[in-house]
């Protein structure tokens, strides 16, 4: 293009130059004066003329430069010989085009070097690559990290095992025909060793281990992000057995449809159906397994969590107490402790806090006993340790006193006995005290025994005694309720209402239907289910109704609870001092609480 440029605007120049050699213009003059000139063309810097009779050397055709005609007229009285001088302006010219190009190709070659340098490419190479994947391999002897450096979460390690056998060995595993799940979701809180876990899964299995973060598929350019999916399956699949592991899927798999608006969309979009149509169109018996983390797994695209896909999700909590001092163990070997250092002990003082956070204590305890200018680090660096960083933790999520925290356990503890007792109850699975999510301060985990689709009268009494066994509980031992129970009361409210309004179940009101359910889409159009218009007097007797039914589900559970005080206590006791129970550890206080009376 420079080049191009350069030749038009000399064109001129050589045309009308370069061809007749210039003549002084006091020659031009001369021939001007003697009459000889027969025509004249001016330009801004040459003047060209036609002679009218070829001049001595056998030219017709004269060109010279202009000079003023002013100096030109003064100068032509003194007979000197004068003439113009273009002065060349080609290197000027040049340079005023040259070099801003230049610093363009430099500034555009800095980006590119830099975006190379991201993904650990030099030169213009990076430029030329930039739909290469920037996964980065991290070959069999790269990944030293084994399922011991990752503690307190035995039930993630538990289920993960089996996919590492899958891997070491992919051909035994399809003997009878059976294929491992493709997709494996991490779910867990931040820090508590989602990406961890995956690393260690690659070091038990001794395979390699492709990482890539969910945002580093979103790229600025449509169409790479797609182009990178894309080239991590090819890669992966020529080094199977592997694992796949996309950390913060979230980034990527956002439900698509959603905020629209905001920009970069499209590129999201796209790179997340490539990735869904990748994890279809591999078959999982090469022997590659797709891990992937997140914290937001109810942002994620539906489509990612269906079969053949992502459809195994595997828990990652925040450790219990036990747990929480496995884990300080395993940082311990780190750092030279004290004798009278104590995991079991710093584990007590820590609830809520997630790997991460522990794997900082010790660092930070370790900090603080190098500042002492002690030799090992001690108990008392772990206390100072932990006051510093609960400050920090309370800021960021709920870490409960001791009195919130005996409340929680009485609550949780009154839930479980309730479904204990009560026929027809699932069993309880586990119960903890260990924040989770936004609002909840401790959960009773209920397995259902086998899936149902209808449920009696009795069922939906029971299940609404057992949300309100928290706050019976509360009632009983502590003498007061508390707003923990918000979320159980607007469930058991709704069940309730149900009973009412749609199920015919309660006698005040009788077998009809008040309410339907809302229509959903695909079905009718929303405005032609009329809701049913109700008198006065019916609102009336469907709310007592509700009250009712609600009220006395509450006086079921707490005739149970007062009838097991005992059980109740110690259980609560137990669940503070262990923080999780599980259905092994509750099952004594089952057993005792089947033995009691039972409410009608
Ligand atoms: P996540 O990916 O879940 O946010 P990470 O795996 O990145 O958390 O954890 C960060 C660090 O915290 C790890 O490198 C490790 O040192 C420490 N850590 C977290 N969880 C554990 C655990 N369960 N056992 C041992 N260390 C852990
Ligand atoms: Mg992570
Ligand atoms: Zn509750």
């Known amino acids: ?118 993904g650990g490419m030099g030169g213009l190479g990076g430029l030329l690559s930039v739909g290469k994947s920037r996964a980065r391999l991290h070959s069999e002897t790269d990944v030293q990290v084994s399922f011991d450096d990752v503690a307190g979460v035995d039930e993630a390690k538990a289920e993960l095992q089996e996919s590492v056998d899958f891997l070491k060995d992919p051909k035994a595993y399809g003997r009878l025909g059976a294929h491992m799940p493709k997709g494996i979701l991490l779910v867990g809180p931040p820090g508590t060793g989602k990406t961890l876990l995956a690393r260690a899964m ?32 090819v890669q992966a699949r020529a080094s199977a057995p592997c694992i796949i592991f996309i950390d913060e899927l979230d980034a990527l798999g956002r439900a698509r449809g959603v905020g629209a608006l905001s920009g970069g969309h499209d590129e999201k979009e796209q790179t997340l159906n490539q990735l869904l149509a990748e994890m279809d169109g591999f078959d999982a018996s090469v022997g590659v397994v797709i891990l992937a983390a997140t914290n937001r797994p109810e942002i994620l695209d539906p489509a990612l969590l269906r079969a053949g896909r992502f459809d195994r999700q595997v828990l990652v909590d925040r450790p219990d107490r036990k747990g929480r001092a496995d884990v300080l163990r395993v940082h311990l070997k780190k750092v030279r402790p004290a004798a009278d250092m104590d995991a079991d002990a710093v584990a007590a003082l820590t609830p809520g806090f997630a790997g991460a956070d522990l794997a900082n204590l010790v ?8 500042r002492r200018g002690a030799d090992a680090v001690a108990m008392v660096d772990f206390t100072a340790a932990v006051e510093r960083i609960v400050a920090g933790l309370e800021r960021r999520q709920r870490v ?25 109850c699932d069993p309880v699975h586990k119960i903890s005290i260990i924040p989770r999510g936004i609002g909840a301060l401790g959960y009773t985990l209920q397995r259902p025994s086998e899936d149902h689709y209808l449920a009696s009268r009795g069922e939906l009494r029971n299940r609404m005694a057992v949300l309100l066994g928290g706050r019976a509980a509360e009632s009983l031992v502590i003498g007061e309720v508390s707003t923990g129970a918000a979320d159980d009361l607007v469930k058991a409210t709704d069940i309730a209402h149900d009973m009412v309004a749609r199920h015919g179940m ?92 039972v409410p009608d």
């Open 1 to 118: 293009m420079l080049a191009l440029v350069a030749l038009f605007w000399m064109r001129d120049l050589l045309v009308a130059a370069s061809q007749i050699q210039p003549v002084p213009y006091s020659e031009f003059l001369t021939h001007l004066k003697a009459g000889r000139m027969d025509s004249v063309a001016i330009g801004s810097q040459f003047i060209q003329g036609t002679l009218k009779s070829p001049a001595a050397d056998g030219r017709s055709r004269i060109v010279t430069t202009r000079v003023a005609p002013d100096l030109a007229h003064e100068l032509a009285q003194y007979d000197v010989r004068f003439e113009g001088v273009v002065e060349n302006t080609l290197l000027r010219d040049l340079l005023s085009w040259v070099v801003p190009a230049l610093l363009l190709l430099a500034v555009w070659h800095l980006m590119a070097r830099r975006m190379a340098a991201q």
């Open 506 to 597: 309660a006698l005040e009101v009788g077998q009809v239907v008040y309410e339907r359910p809302q229509a959903r889409f695909l079905d009718v159009p929303d405005g032609m289910v009329s809701q049913r218009a109700l008198s006065e007097d019916t609102a009336h007797r469907i709310d007592a109704a509700v009250r009712t039914l609600v009220e006395e589900a509450f006086q079921r559970a707490f005739a149970v609870l007062k009838d097991r005080r005992s059980q109740l206590e110690e259980g609560a006791a137990q669940l503070l001092a262990q923080e999780t129970l599980t259905e092994a550890e509750l099952r004594p206080y089952a057993d005792a609480a089947k033995d009691g009376p």
């Open 400 to 424: 409960l006193g001791a009195k919130e925290r005996h409340t929680v356990a009485v609550h949780e503890m009154g839930h479980a006995l309730v479904a204990m007792t009560l026929p027809g």
């Open 202 to 233: 690659a070091g038990e299995a001794g395979v390699p281990f492709f990482t890539i973060t969910g945002s580093e598929f979103v790229e600025m350019f449509v169409g790479v992000g797609a182009a990178r999916v894309r080239d991590l399956f």
């Open 363 to 370: 660092n930070e305890a370790a900090l603080l006993a190098t």
